[in-house]
């Protein structure tokens, strides 16, 4: 299986990089619509549960994100694979997936698509969106 990061020297990829490459798991497979959907500007229901979690809620879902970030960070101004990366582990947490399982796709996504120590921001940003899902489910 080619990996994307060869050509690149460990930097993240793009989306011409995605084509041939085939995903392990559903996860995977949910980063790679992800990513090339964002690159088209065309979000849509998908086979993959994930991506139709994604795409049901991408609003609220970015929103999680940029809360879970220690500086609030917008959006936008995280990059691309990191951002797809965290919108289908968010994704997967608001489908009641265990956070040790989300958190180990996450990682392996992050160490095959993304630049060398990215896994720590995307694993740090995931807990502190678990704390946020959870605390938003808790009825008032």
């Given at each position: ?61 970015d929103k999680i994100i940029e809360e879970a970030t220690n500086f ?54 995931i807990i502190n969106a678990k704390k946020i899902v959870e605390s ?5």
């Amino acid at each position: 299986m080619k990996n994307p990061r060869d050509k690149k020297g460990g930097n993240s990829i793009k989306a011409e990089d995605i084509e041939g490459i085939i995903p392990q798991d559903e996860s995977e497979e949910a980063f790679l619509k992800i990513f090339e959907m964002e690159f088209w500007g065309n979000f849509h229901k998908d086979p993959n549960p994930i991506v139709n979690t994604f795409v049901s809620q991408k609003e609220n879902i970015d929103k999680i994100i940029e809360e879970a970030t220690n500086f609030r960070k917008k959006i936008e101004s995280i990059i691309p694979v990191e951002r797809d990366i965290l919108r289908v582990a968010v994704s997967e947490l608001l489908m009641g997936k265990d956070i040790n399982e989300v958190l180990g796709k996450a990682v392996r996504l992050s160490r095959r698509y993304s630049t060398t120590n990215s896994y720590r921001f995307i694993k740090a940003v995931i807990i502190n969106a678990k704390k946020i899902v959870e605390s938003k489910s808790k009825p008032e």
